[in-house]
């Protein structure tokens, strides 16, 4: 099983940015999938999510409005795409799947940065 994220980097503030996390070694379509986020210092939070099937999303106040969630089933990639974003934003992310069952996978995150 792997979840590999990529797209991180380094964006000045306002830029935006376009996360992708490839899976591999387990039914995709079965797992909701979410993005969470650590900065330094701090707990991880819960950033989005999208169901399974990609009907439905969900995202943290912090986010609204900013980034959007969406999954290709097909390509078994799951992908944030981040505007307009902010200092505060800083921080390692990492892509999650799970399932009805509570079993679930973590990526080992990517770097994103938000500096001038």
């Known amino acids: 099983v792997q979840l590999v994220e990529s797209g991180g980097g380094l964006v000045q503030p306002g830029g935006s940015l376009r996360l992708s996390c490839a899976a591999s070694g387990f039914t995709f379509s079965s797992y909701r999938m979410s993005w969470y986020r650590q900065a330094p210092g701090k707990e991880r939070e819960l950033v989005a999510t999208i169901t399974s099937a990609g009907g439905s999303t969900n995202y943290a106040d912090s986010v609204k409005g900013r980034f959007t969630i969406s999954r290709d089933n097909a390509k078994n990639t799951v992908y944030p795409q981040m505007n307009s974003l902010k200092p505060e934003d800083t921080a390692v992310y990492y892509c999650?799947?799970?399932?009805?069952?509570?079993?679930?996978?973590w990526g080992q995150g990517t770097q994103v940065t938000v500096s001038s």
């Open positions: 999650n799947a799970r399932r009805v069952d509570l079993r679930e996978y």
